[in-house]
């Protein structure tokens, strides 16, 4: 029951992302994917394999709010170890959603 629960305020509870180099902060429910967040905030980012964890286009650094995303997964963890660039806090944007907690990306050039 404590997993429903916690699934229903992810998807319902508002937070921050905050968008490097940018600056720009905008209130994201959680539950989104982090790509559709960054492009819906008017930043460009692009998704070159079509959210497949394929080619690393959308590489981000989680600059703050690490644990509000969502477990990457052994198929991004095996992408980024591929990525020039890539970093401890790197993440994927087509494969990290939102949570609860306040986030900060950097995007990173390719």
């Not at 052994?74 to 806090?89: K, P, S, V, Y």
């Amino acid at each position: 029951m404590s997993g429903y629960l916690r699934s229903d305020r992810r998807i319902n509870s508002a937070l921050n992302l905050t968008i490097l180099p940018s600056g720009r902060t905008v209130k994201v429910i959680g539950g989104t994917r982090l790509l559709v967040a960054i492009t819906d905030a008017g930043e460009s980012v692009t998704d070159e394999c079509g959210s497949r964890s394929r080619c690393g286009s959308c590489h981000v650094v989680v600059r703050f709010g690490w644990r509000s995303l969502s477990k990457i997964r052994t198929q991004e963890r095996e992408r980024l170890t591929q990525l020039n660039g890539a970093e401890l806090l790197s993440r994927l944007a087509c494969q990290a959603m939102l949570g609860v907690h306040d986030v900060t990306v950097e995007l990173m050039p390719h």
